[in-house]
Structures are given as structure tokens and as C-alpha cells.
């Protein structure tokens, strides 16, 4: 990268469902964070590279700060917190839901209160809430003195996404590019395909069974020569009637996710993919630590 450009890693912390993870997609203008209608989807750093004309930025999207109250919620808050110490800009977002106020926010300020690097509030959703409503949400919060710049934007309609990417340039130093310009993420095939099971299992499933759902890759093989990947991985629930519901009668749900997530890991790799899912029992890995470090959630 040559003289003069900026660089640097920029933390995207909030509450859950806030809208982080369609924020990193929209500004790469590709997916690499999963997205779903559900709280909590994301449960590992998520790391994506914008490269452009005054340098390069490293989003990190961290899991939605909550009270944890199992293992894995544990898991994902450390993780936020571990995403806010370092980086060079911690970005906080909030939106038009009620509580911003509230136990959350309250945990979100507690983490922002204790990095030394500079801290930006985004106000997302402005096309839903509408942009009086979100600028006097903005002026009420940077009334607390926590924030460089406070920013209005919406993550799924792109308003106010290039105003607030300026802002991040102005405020990174001068550096080095850490990744290849073509590059969007640092994440492995392998991660990304555990994402993509798994989000195919969130939106398709109902209430709080997605909560109970992890995935492995046990088997990630290419074979150039075949232009195929081969793929095994094992779903783990907590429960027998969770299989089950997994499964489907005749196996219809489990297919169902399968060729979902098997269509989109080809879009990925620009291969053939051959999937195979199985689902085990795993009593209460969410609670259990040693369990949890064997998913890789540690």
C-alpha cells in the first residue's frame, strides 16, 4: 500500500439483532457475516477488509452483548470484549427498538468505558425510525460525552454507510495494508461453511431451538480434479426431541437445510460441493465448558 494511506481495525459492538453483521456486509458489498432475523446469531469474531482509495479497514463484528446465562452466551460477551481491546475504533450501534437505555446498553457502555481508543455512535435503522427521530436519539446519547462522532445510517438501504467510512479514515492513522487488496475476510472455507449450516438451521428453525444448535466440520476435502469439496459435518442439539425436530419426518427438514446450505457453499467456492449432515446428542453443551471448547467456542 503505498505512502500516506490509513489502515487499521475498527470493533462494531451492540446489543443484539442491532444490525452489525448487515452493516459489514453492506459496506463490502458482500456476505460474510451470517444474517438472520433472530438475536444472537453471531458467536465469533467475524472479520472483514475493505480495501480502497485511502486504505484499508479490518471490520470486526462481535457477537450482541447480552447477561449471560449459559457457557456459550459467556463465550460470545468475552469475545466482544476481547474484539473491543483490540482494536483502533470501537463503533457502537444502536437502533429504534425501546431500552437503549436498559440492561444491555448498560453492559455495551460498560465495555466501551473501558478502551482508551476513540468510540463512535451509529444510529442505524434512520429509514425505519425516520431521520428526526434518529437525530434526536443521536443527540441524546452523545450528550454522555462517551463519543468522538455520532453517525446516522441505515445498513440495509446503504444511507449513510459512505459519510460514516470517512469518518473511520479520518480518524485511522497512517499504516500498512495487513491483507491482499482482494481479499474480504480472513476466515477459512471451513469456518465459512460451519457459518452457513448454521445459518441455513437458524431460518429454518423456531423459537429457541437455533439457541441449541451448533455445528462442526469434520471433514473439509477439495479435489481439484473433480472440481468438488467434500464436505462432512455434525449438528449437535442437547436434547433427543430436538433431533428429531431437526430431522424432520422422512428426514424433510434436514435435506431441506442441506441443499440450501450445499447451493450457497457452491456460490462460495465455485465448486461442486457434496454436504453430508448428521445430527447428534450432545447433553447440554451449551453449559458445559470442556463441551464448548471442543466446538471451538474458546
Known amino acids: 500500500m503505498a505512502e500516506g494511506k490509513k489502515s487499521g481495525f475498527v470493533a462494531l459492538l451492540g446489543r443484539p439483532n442491532v444490525g452489525k453483521s448487515t452493516l459489514l456486509n453492506r459496506i463490502l ?65 444502536v437502533d429504534d427498538r425501546p431500552g437503549q437505555a436498559g440492561e444491555e446498553e448498560t453492559l455495551v457502555r460498560g465495555i466501551l468505558g473501558n478502551v482508551v481508543v476513540p468510540r463512535l455512535l451509529v ?21 454522555s460525552g462517551l463519543y468522538r462522532e455520532g453517525y446516522l445510517l441505515s445498513a440495509t438501504k446503504g444511507q449513510g454507510v459512505n459519510a460514516f467510512l470517512s469518518g473511520l479514515f479520518d480518524l485511522l492513522p497512517e499504516g500498512p495494508a495487513y491483507y491482499p487488496e482482494e481479499d474480504l475476510t480472513d476466515l477459512p472455507m471451513r469456518f465459512i461453511a460451519k457459518e452457513i449450516i448454521r445459518e441455513k438451521l437458524f431460518n429454518e428453525l423456531s423459537e429457541e431451538l437455533p439457541y441449541s444448535v451448533a455445528v462442526a466440520i469434520e471433514e473439509y476435502k477439495e479435489e481439484p ?16 426431541s430436538q433431533k428429531g425436530m431437526i430431522i424432520g419426518r422422512g428426514g424433510r427438514v434436514l435435506k431441506k437445510i442441506g441443499t440450501e446450505a450445499r447451493l450457497e457453499l457452491e456460490k462460495e467456492t465455485g465448486e461442486r460441493v457434496y454436504l453430508e449432515l448428521f445430527v447428534k446428542v450432545e447433553r447440554d453443551w451449551t453449559r458445559n465448558e470442556s463441551t464448548l471448547t471442543r466446538l471451538g467456542y474458546a
Open 29 to 93: 458489498g458482500a456476505k460474510v457475516a451470517i444474517v438472520t432475523s433472530k438475536p444472537q446469531t453471531t458467536r465469533d469474531r467475524i472479520a472483514g477488509i475493505l480495501t480502497g482509495e485511502r486504505g484499508q479497514i479490518v471490520f470486526l463484528d462481535s457477537p450482541g452483548i447480552h447477561r449471560p446465562k449459559k457457557a456459550l452466551n459467556s463465550y460470545m460477551v468475552r469475545t466482544a470484549e476481547r474484539i473491543a481491546s483490540e482494536s483502533d475504533i470501537v463503533v457502537h450501534l
Open 123 to 143: 444510529v442505524n435503522k434512520v429509514d425505519r425510525m425516520g431521520e428526526s427521530t434518529a437525530k434526536a436519539k443521536r443527540n441524546a446519547l452523545m450528550e
Open 225 to 240: 480434479e473433480k472440481r468438488l469439496v467434500r464436505i462432512l459435518a455434525e449438528i449437535y442439539v442437547e436434547r433427543d
